[in-house]
């Protein structure tokens, strides 16, 4: 439901949302929008500026206000006493609930800041405490917590974790049972930060004035023992003393030897330098003498060069000579062959022109055994009127036949269409038979982790110990969809999408390599062995009896399903549903006028109530009741919820379908049994057809052949005549005429011979002129060759002793380098050790050896001396150490006297201001629950505890002694004439004393708190009516006071809000305009709408009668 507020359509005065919003303190409550959250599906409701007043039966969500409140504004699940985890406020079957608050603002023109927490089920960790659920938006920013709770309590001053201001249902017994100390904290921690503050810093001061005393008597003892301690340490400090100064000495002949070891490697370099420079010399030397034969070298090989060019060209020229000769040779060849060809064909005239006559007789005959095959062959007429008379008669068949297979076809594709109809729909039926995939479709569609981790534990079976079983939701088996929706609706979503393993050994590996190492949310549930536990119901078997028979129950929800062990087991230990009851039409009766909810909330010892969840359907309308026993007044609350049909269990063969199909395949079956002898009468019918058409067909085959036949016939007697003509042509052929063709091509062949020889003779002549030349140019080039040889020889001789002379001076000049690259060095080395220009006349003075023989003597003589000297370097460390600290410790004991009188000041004065202020307070508090209690025929006092000491100093330590961490408040009560007043406490007071103390002690606080709106939830339980009549009348007293004259419309005392399941009726006070009162419902007989409830509607309503 939604409750808003409307406009008025009666004549009621009341002030307009102007004036109304004006009348907000700064930080107070202007509205509060919940979704999802425990009970409420969607609401938004307003709160008045001063007194709200929320009322409505138990378990219809009126604590979820304040719960909203205190988490809406960045407070714990802990500060309200009911969980540890902010996922457990999200509603039943949601996966998200949203809290969204809006405060008033400090000025009516300044910023409104909206503050919005979104708590997610699927985040943060699974072991947690939700830290990680939830997040939160300021004016739809996304900003992180601390900043909330820093605009919540600095700029607004509202303090969520102090009972003074924010007092849940849960809480209430706390706030009573805080001894004096706590309630001393918690109320400065209400009334001013500085105050509580102050108060820290007195409990620290004295703390450390205490604890001054016994630290200067320890610094002297201290101060002694450490000078004894140094006293015996002299020897052996002027024996490190000794050794230091000969470590001093060795590292002086050490810097000496590394001067005198540059000096040598000097002179050294010197040296080498020399060689170098007179190798150079001789290197350049050697080198002026190759260059003429180089010269010379050169000159000659130009002209081997150059000969041996003419050579090739001379070489080339000859081969083309002899090729050109020889092509002229093979012409002439050529050409021979040519006229003995054409004399043979000329010879041979006469001998075809015989074979030519013989050709024709011979075709001629051939012609007249062909014409006489004529003679063989029926008339073409007949067998062509034959051919046409049988194809009509054929004809005619096919008509018949093709009219009979159409007829087949029809009905074969009838009963084909109706086996693939058939075949379909078993397909169909049988995979709609298979609710457990169904259900693994389904889940897999809407969360892609729990298919993740399936498919993980499929393909890993072998990995774990023991069967690992699930998602539960695929493990179910409903008796009905009706039960199927009473399952679904009682166990929470992540349990259906749970995992069942049934060893310790497997939850582990499924929890590392899943959610730790795949970062996939999983939830697991351990049932040790796979084992069902042995069931205690919650009724006795009688009490059962009766709730069957009189009452409409059928059974117990794990009744009304199948399930393997281990997952019974696991629905059982989260979800209780071996104590959930199942009924019907009757259960409704029974409610109505059968006292249905005594009864079964009665324990049967009779000791008190007990908690009871049942789930029945009325008028096809399905509900599930469940009673709560509150812990603070032992009375019970009923929460009713309307059940909608499963999703997930919900059946996954849809019955309509079901019957659908099954029709559809009977249809099939009797359509296949109808056509089928159809099929078979067409079937004989076609063969006789085809049996009449084979002889007709025969006969056209036979005069098609014959017809065939007669066409080869033709063309065979075609070619024959063709060839015959051809053989008469190459007879009648003129012999003369061909014989005097054959002459005239013999003389040209002739005639081309000739002239072959005679260019294969002037391509010799020119042949052997070329080989000639050849022959003097290559005996010169063998005389040249020589010469360059022998030169060559010379050159590499000279060469060899230049590249010697070369080597030794590279071989010179990298000793040198490298002589003068260690003189590099050490010269680095020295002047690192000891800088000439800082050590030259220390190391040149007389003392110093000069050389390095006597500089190694004089090092061996120190270090044996420093050897026999055991090296002990802690001595001089502890030695300075304590030197300092008797320093350190003698400033301390004159600084000390100082520090402790400062300190005795500071707390005198912070002392004074603070006890004077808490005492101002204590008085302004006593004076108002004084009155506050006679109103109610009591007695009682508020008096300041300063922890039993009167005198203030100790004369032994000189330190001052208040006990400042005793401090508290003691609420003085008594409740009876013949008593005195004693300690409020649980243990003398009843739980009605106690909540009209603590309220009155909180409305003698209001005026002086700070907070912008304070809660208090059920805190008018267990008072009799006369108690809660004055305890109402007062909080509306106190809420209600009149803005003083001159002040701005919110200058008041804040808003309060008061949570009460009930209200007395004719409550005094209850007319005030400054009172709001927000009416939570909740139940199968609500508004279907809120805007059905007008409230200024019902209020005239009630005055006209």
């Given amino acids: ?118 708590i997610e089920r699927d985040r943060g960790s699974e072991n947690g405490n939700g830290k990680g659920a939830s997040i939160y938006y300021v004016n739809g920013t996304k900003t992180p917590l601390k900043s909330i709770k820093e605009l919540v309590t600095e700029k607004y001053h509202i303090n969520i974790d102090n009972l003074c201001t924010f007092l849940p249902q849960d809480k209430v017994g706390n706030f009573s049972g805080f001894d004096k100390q706590a309630l001393l904290l918690e109320t400065e921690k209400s009334l001013s930060s500085s105050l509580y503050e102050t108060h820290q810093q007195l409990i620290k001061l004295e703390k450390e004035l205490q604890s001054s005393g016994n630290d200067v008597k320890a610094t002297e003892e201290e101060l002694k023992t450490l000078k004894k301690q140094n006293e015996r340490l002299e020897r052996e400090k002027e024996l490190m003393e000794e050794r230091q100064e000969l470590l001093e000495r060795i590292d002086l002949l050490k810097k000496k030897r590394a001067w005198l070891l540059f000096d040598q490697k000097r002179e050294e370099a010197k040296e080498a330098k020399e060689k170098r420079e007179e190798l150079k010399k001789q290197k350049r030397e050697a080198e002026r003498s190759v260059r003429p034969i180089q010269e010379e ?41 040519g006229i003995e060809r054409e004399v043979s064909e000329y010879q041979s005239v006469d001998a075809q022109q015989r074979r030519a006559l013989k050709e024709l007789e011979k075709e001629r005959r051939r012609l007249q055994d062909v014409e006489a095959e004529a003679d063989d062959f029926p008339s073409m007429e007949d067998t062509e009127r034959t051919i046409t008379e049988a194809q009509k008669e054929l004809r005619q068949l096919r008509s018949a036949l093709d009219s009979s297979k159409r007829s087949s076809q029809d009905l074969n594709k009838q009963i084909e269409s109706a086996a693939e109809n058939s075949r379909r729909a078993s397909e169909r039926l049988g995979k709609m038979k298979d609710e457990k995939q169904h259900r693994l479709q389904r889940l897999f569609a809407k969360n892609e982790s729990v298919k993740t981790a399936y498919m993980f534990i499929h393909e890993n079976r072998k990995e774990f110990r023991k069967p690992v079983h699930g998602p539960i939701a695929a493990e179910v088996q409903p008796k009905n969809p009706l039960y199927a929706s009473y399952i679904e609706n009682h166990v929470s979503q992540s349990t259906w999408k749970a995992f069942v393993v049934e060893c310790s050994e497997d939850y582990n590996y499924l929890f590392r390599e899943v959610r730790q190492k795949r970062k996939i949310p999983i939830n697991i549930i351990l049932v040790p062995n796979g084992r069902l536990e042995p069931m205690t119901r919650m009724y006795s078997d009688q009490k059962y009896s009766v709730l069957k028979q009189e009452h409409g129950f059928v059974e117990y929800l794990d009744e009304t399903f199948t399930a393997i062990d281990p997952i019974m087991q696991a629905l059982i230990s989260k979800h209780n549903i071996d104590k959930v009851l199942v009924g019907g039409d009757a259960v409704q009766e029974a409610l109505d006028r059968k006292g249905l909810e005594n009864f079964i909330c009665a324990k049967e010892n009779g000791s008190g109530l007990m908690t009871a969840c049942f789930f029945y359907t009325h008028r096809n309308s399905s509900h599930k009741y469940t009673y709560s026993v509150s812990r603070y007044n032992g009375t019970s609350g009923l929460n009713t919820m309307g059940i909608s049909p499963a999703r997930v269990l919900q059946s996954g063969m849809d019955p309509r379908e079901k019957e659908q199909l099954t029709q559809t395949i009977n249809d099939a079956r009797e359509t296949i049994e109808r056509l089928t002898p159809e099929l078979n009468n067409l079937k004989e019918e076609n063969e006789k057809l085809l049996s009449q058409g084979k002889p007709i067909s025969l006969r056209i085959k036979d005069a098609k052949r014959i017809k065939s036949d007669y066409a080869s016939y033709k063309m065979k007697l075609k070619n024959q005549r063709e060839k015959v003509e051809d053989a008469e042509e190459v007879a009648n052929k003129d012999n003369g005429r061909e014989k005097s063709k054959r002459i005239a091509q013999i003389k040209k062949l002739i005639q081309l011979s000739i002239k072959s020889g005679e260019d294969a003779a002037k391509a010799h002549s020119e042949m052997m002129k070329t080989l000639r030349v050849l022959t003097g140019v290559k005996m010169s080039e063998h005389g040249l060759s020589e010469c360059l040889r022998k030169l060559t020889d010379k050159l590499s001789e000279a060469q060899a002793a230049s590249a010697e002379l070369l080597n030794r001076y590279k071989q010179a000049e990298a000793d040198y380098n490298e002589k003068k690259e260690n003189l590099r060095k050490l010269l680095a080395k020295a002047q690192e050790i000891a800088p000439r220009e800082q050590w030259h006349e220390r190391l040149d003075e007389d003392d110093m050896p000069s050389t390095i023989e006597d500089v190694d003597d004089a090092m061996d003589d120190a270090e ?73 025929g009591c007695a009682g006092e508020i008096r300041l505890y300063t922890g039993g000491n009167e005198s203030r100093e100790n004369e032994e330590t000189e330190n001052l002694k208040y006990d400042f961490k005793d401090w508290g408040v003691e609420i ?63 909080i509306v007293n106190n809420s209600t006071i009149p803005v003083e004259e001159g002040a701005t419309p919110n200058d008041h005392c804040g808003q309060y809000f008061l949570i009460t399941p009930k209200l007395l009726p004719n409550l005094e006070g209850m007319e005030n305009e400054e009172i709001t009162v927000l009416f939570v419902f909740s139940g199968p007989y609500n508004f279907d709408n809120c805007l059905d409830w007008n409230v200024d509607k019902f209020i005239a309503d009630k005055k006209r009668i």
Wanted: aromatic share 4%.
């Fill in 1 to 118: 439901h939604k409750p808003k507020q409307h406009k008025s359509t009666m004549d009621i005065d009341r002030p307009s949302v102007e004036e109304r919003n004006q009348r907000y303190k700064p930080g107070s409550i202007k509205r509060v929008k919940l979704k999802n959250f425990l009970t409420y599906d969607d609401v938004e409701f307003f709160p008045g500026p001063r007194l709200n007043v929320v009322v409505g039966p138990n378990g219809t969500g009126k604590s979820t206000i304040l719960c909203a409140i205190c988490l809406g504004l960045g407070g714990q699940p802990p500060l309200l006493g009911r969980a540890d985890d902010a996922r457990l406020f999200i509603k039943h079957e949601k996966d998200q609930a949203t809290i969204e608050i809006e405060l008033a603002p400090h000025k009516s023109d300044g910023p409104i800041h909206i503050l919005k927490r979104v």
């Fill in 864 to 936: 044996s001396k420093v050897s026999s000297i055991t090296d002990n370097p802690h001595v001089m460390k502890q030695y300075e150490e304590r030197k300092k600290k008797i320093e350190v410790l003698q400033e301390k004991l004159d600084t000390e006297g100082g520090e402790k009188d400062l300190k005795k000041k500071q707390l005198e004065t912070k002392r004074t201001k603070w006890e004077s202020a808490l005492q101002n307070i204590v008085n302004l508090v006593n004076g108002k629950f004084s009155t506050y209690m006679k109103e109610v």
């Fill in 972 to 1034: 003085m009560v008594k409740f009876r004439e013949a008593s005195t007043l004693q300690v409020l406490s649980a243990q003398t007071h009843s739980g009605g004393e106690r909540s009209v103390s603590t309220i009155m002690y909180l409305m003698g606080l209001q005026n002086l708190m700070s907070s912008p709106f304070r809660c208090v939830d059920e805190i008018n339980q267990g008072l009799d009516e006369r108690n809660e009549r004055l305890v109402f009348k007062r």
């Fill in 297 to 337: 070298h050169a000159e000659m090989e130009g002209k081997v060069t150059q000969i041996q060019t003419t050579t090739k060209a001379l070489e080339v020229k000859g081969k083309r000579e002899k090729k050109n000769h020889e092509d002229c040779l093979s012409k002439m060849e050529n050409h021979s062959d």
